[in-house]
Nanobody, 115 residues
Framework: QVQLVESGGGLVQAGGSLRLTCVAAGNFFSNYALAWYRQGPGKQRELVARIATTHTTIYADSVKGRFTISRDNAKKAGYLQMNFLKPEDTGVYYC?????????WGQGTQVTVSP
């Protein structure tokens, strides 16, 4: 059974940092693109960052220069380093892995940034 498990969320003051981790269980990872999405209170889920199997990355404009996505295929893990956090970064962060039409979601981890 394929499973993605996120960790690293929490409460932090504005300007602080958090590092989210996504660990994959199952016989897959290196040939899947990995992404982080978030859903803020009363908002739709949105793409935060994505890293392809080639390690090419894309970021939402709102996080460029502050967040860094990375992956370690040997550990079947993905990471989202979040620096200079803002209250508007508050939300549930989800890990997502996909290869074509095959995709998986994690259960989410809460990130709360206080003013």
């Amino acid at each position: 059974q394929v499973q993605l498990v996120e960790s690293g969320g929490g409460l932090v003051q504005a300007g602080g940092s958090l590092r989210l981790t996504c660990v994959a269980a199952g016989n897959f990872f290196s040939n899947y693109a990995l992404a982080w999405y978030r859903q803020g209170p009363g908002k739709q889920r949105e793409l935060v960052a994505r890293i392809a199997t080639t390690h090419t990355t894309i970021y939402a404009d709102s996080v460029k220069g502050r967040f860094t996505i990375s992956r370690d295929n040997a550990k079947k893990a993905g990471y989202l380093q979040m620096n200079f956090l803002k209250p508007e970064d508050t939300g549930v962060y989800y890990c997502h892995a996909n290869r074509g039409g095959d995709f998986y979601w994690g259960q989410g981890t809460q990130v709360t940034v206080s003013p």
